[in-house]
């Protein structure tokens, strides 16, 4: 079954902590995509990868960094310095090349405590 | 800066039209796009309009006019499983990116009554 996966579903931390979200994808696209949905809010991008080895900072980076060192896999960090990180955390991927429908993993919800 | 309007709440009965509408300030416009979101779920793409027009897909059809900024989402034969978000997404250049990115609207959270 080809599709898009983050783990963990639900994530606690302590404040001050860093912590990695994992995504990953089988589908075999090129691009992928990370971005933040606060309550009754659309959502933000935080960064996103065309090509491995390669991102961009998207609308509101600050606080957050990536690596794409597999095609398959593009893991987000929050650190310490994200203001107020507890977000549900959703990742994306498309085929790229003009390709436009948007497919997204299942979420992960993050909690600051 | 980059805006989209989208209302914040729709309500409908089983069977009925409904229409969610989006209205957008851009630079650098590819697109508009809709998603749908059930409530802790992940969105689902419904359509993407890059010329003017009506596209149709089902009971759900996505129109945009280009030079009014403005696009919406019609839904048809309501059931009560499309009480969801609805979300309006335009596609925009950024960098020196070849795909854009998307910037969403806020959503419209829509209830389906009996």
């Known amino acids: 079954d080809g599709g898009i996966t983050q783990s963990p579903k639900y994530l606690f931390r302590k404040e001050g902590q860093n912590v990695t979200l994992s995504c990953e994808q089988n589908l075999n696209h090129d691009a992928m995509y990370w971005y933040r949905q606060d309550p009754g809010q659309g959502l933000r991008l935080i960064y996103y990868?065309?090509?491995?080895?390669?991102?961009q900072k998207g609308d509101i980076a600050e606080g957050y960094s990536v690596s794409r060192e597999k095609k398959e896999s593009f893991p987000l960090t929050v650190t310490s310095a994200q203001k107020n990180p507890t977000a549900f955390y959703l990742c994306?991927?498309?085929?790229?090349?003009?390709?436009?429908?948007?497919?997204f993993g299942p979420g992960t919800r993050l909690t600051v405590l | 800066g980059q805006s989209l309007e989208q209302p914040s709440e729709v309500t409908a009965v089983e069977g009925a039209i409904v229409q969610i509408n989006c209205t957008y300030q851009t630079s650098g416009f590819y697109g508009l796009s809709w998603y749908q979101q059930h409530d802790g779920g992940a969105p689902t793409f419904l359509s993407y309009?890059?010329?003017?027009g009506l596209e149709e897909t089902g009971r759900f059809s996505s129109f945009l006019s280009r030079s009014d900024s403005y696009g919406y989402l019609l839904l048809q034969e309501l059931q009560m499983k499309d009480s969801a978000s609805y979300f309006c997404a335009v596609r925009v250049r950024h960098g020196s990116s070849n795909t854009g990115k998307l910037i969403f609207g806020q959503g419209t959270t829509l209830q389906v009554k009996p």
């Open positions: 990868s065309q090509i491995v080895n390669d991102f």
């Open positions: 309009n890059a010329l003017d």
């Open positions: 994306a991927s498309t085929p790229g090349q003009g390709k436009n429908e948007q497919f």
